[in-house]
């Protein structure tokens, strides 16, 4: 399971850095449980030095609990913080696009106001992907399954984080 999963993790952070989205903070952040603590070295060794792998004190409150989320899901914070999207499964297998689009809208939503963060040519690299997500065919999509499927924040905005 590491190995697929970190594999397809780097994939993705790779070939979004190549199409020039850039400074994205990736942390993956190990379940609390004893069989996960145990692997922990397992999992840090599994992906690159580019994804952060947060290991949690098993007497502290759990990050999955404290964000309303299971330990499966990914939650795509914007580059001020703000909560933009939190995918559960099925949504959140890197098999599908769910997450890769996530990303990206993101990272290319107009920024609120004055935004230091920004980065310089997002306008370009932007406008590259949606031209190119226009040519691509659509893909089938799972259907819905369990409470956690698929939850958008009211609040979107396209900033990465």
């Known amino acids: 399971f ?4 970190s594999t397809r993790l780097e994939d993705l952070r790779v070939k979004l850095e190549n199409e020039g989205l850039v ?9 609390q449980g004893p069989s996960s603590q145990r692997k922990f070295h397992l999992l840090k060794e599994s992906v690159s030095d580019y994804i952060t792998v947060y290991q949690q ?3 502290q409150d759990d990050v999955w609990t404290t964000l309303n989320g299971n330990k499966d899901d990914f939650l795509i914070y914007d580059r001020c913080g ?12 890197l098999s599908f ?4 689009d996530s990303i990206k809208i993101a ?5 609120c106001g004055n935004c230091s963060y920004m980065e310089p040519d997002i306008d370009g690299v932007c406008e590259n992907m949606t031209k190119k997500a226009d040519e691509e065919p659509t893909e089938i999509e799972p259907k ?6 698929l939850h958008h924040h009211p609040h979107r905005h396209r900033h990465h984080h």
């Open 82 to 93: 703000r909560l933009v999207y939190h995918l559960g499964l099925p949504y959140s297998f």
């Open 144 to 149: 819905p399954t369990g409470q956690h499927s």
């Open 107 to 111: 990272y290319c939503e107009s920024k």
């Open 97 to 100: 696009r769910y997450v890769e």
């Open 23 to 31: 400074n994205i903070s990736y942390v993956v952040v190990n379940h």
């Open 2 to 5: 590491f190995f697929t999963f």
């Open 57 to 59: 004190d098993e007497q």
